[in-house]
């Protein structure tokens, strides 16, 4: 299977961004913005990856992304997914650690003929 988060991640950012672009390139004046966020609140969203699929976003999560993008240098980048911090981290066990669990394991296990 092809590793593909990466453009997953930067499509994502480009919907969110074409979402609230609009209200970015031209903010509504004075208290027109709750408005102009439930307007884009209220109509369903092409699913950028599945093409016959259609979203309907939440006002709250259309207002959090514009106020994400929002006087930043890069939206679209403020739009991402954040990685974790321990991404590409290795969390394997140490072949002791390993033995220890084994053996406690083994001694939760049933003894044959159902007597400890």
């Known amino acids: 299977m092809r590793d593909d988060t990466g453009a997953r991640t930067a499509g ?50 259309i207002e959090r992304w514009f106020y994400q993008a929002r006087g930043v240098p890069d939206p679209i980048g403020a739009l991402g997914r954040k990685l974790r911090a321990d991404t590409g981290r290795v969390w394997a066990l140490s072949p ?12 939760l296990l049933p003894v044959a003929g159902g007597v400890r």
């Open 12 to 61: 994502w950012a480009r919907f969110r961004f074409s979402v609230i672009g609009g209200l970015l390139a031209s903010p509504p004046e004075g208290g027109a913005l709750q408005a102009a966020l439930r307007a884009l609140a209220d109509r369903p969203y092409q699913h950028p990856f599945r093409p016959g699929d259609r979203l309907q976003l939440g006002f709250s999560t």
């Open 96 to 107: 002791a650690l390993r033995a220890v669990l084994e053996a406690d394991e083994r001694s």
